[in-house]
């Protein structure tokens, strides 16, 4: 195990470790914070979630179990409104589409993050049997929860 301010051989190279006083450890931890933040912005504000957008700007998760019987398909949707929502079969594909709208923010409010991405969304999920049916949809938890039966 090795302690804050030892030395450490890499590759036949000694290098210092940082000890928990360096000046320069700040440096890094603003360095860090300035990607992150970076990252965030480059997600929210140069795919702006425009209500009346016409193209979607992001992708729920989700997950796909599939039994002898049926597919069951679970997206993420956390804050969307059963009204914002459509599933759609369209040949061999679902297509989950809506909106996600920005929580109520009180106008003196200083917004710190906003890491879920909001807007319009569109998934296309390509299916293997296409004689499928609907036959369960619940919107519940912020989980959109598919039953697809499978016809013979």
Do not use: Y
């Amino acid at each position: 195990m090795v302690g804050f301010g030892s030395r450490v051989a890499a590759n036949e190279r000694e290098f210092d470790v940082m000890t928990a006083h360096d000046p320069s450890d700040w440096m890094w931890n603003e360095a860090l914070a300035l990607i992150e933040r970076a990252t965030r912005m480059q997600r929210q504000f140069l795919k702006p979630g425009i209500p009346s957008a016409p193209t979607p700007n992001w992708e729920p998760p989700i997950d796909i179990f599939e039994t002898d019987r049926a597919v069951h398909i679970i997206a993420a949707l956390p804050g969307v409104l059963p009204e914002d929502l459509s599933v759609v079969i369209e040949g061999d594909a679902i297509i989950i589409s809506g909106l996600r709208r920005l929580p109520p923010v009180p106008s003196d409010a200083a917004i710190h993050r906003l890491e879920m991405p909001f807007g319009r969304f569109e998934r296309h999920i390509r299916l293997a049997n296409a004689r499928l049916e609907v036959t369960r949809s619940e919107l519940a938890n912020g989980c959109l929860s598919l039953r697809l039966t499978k016809r013979p």
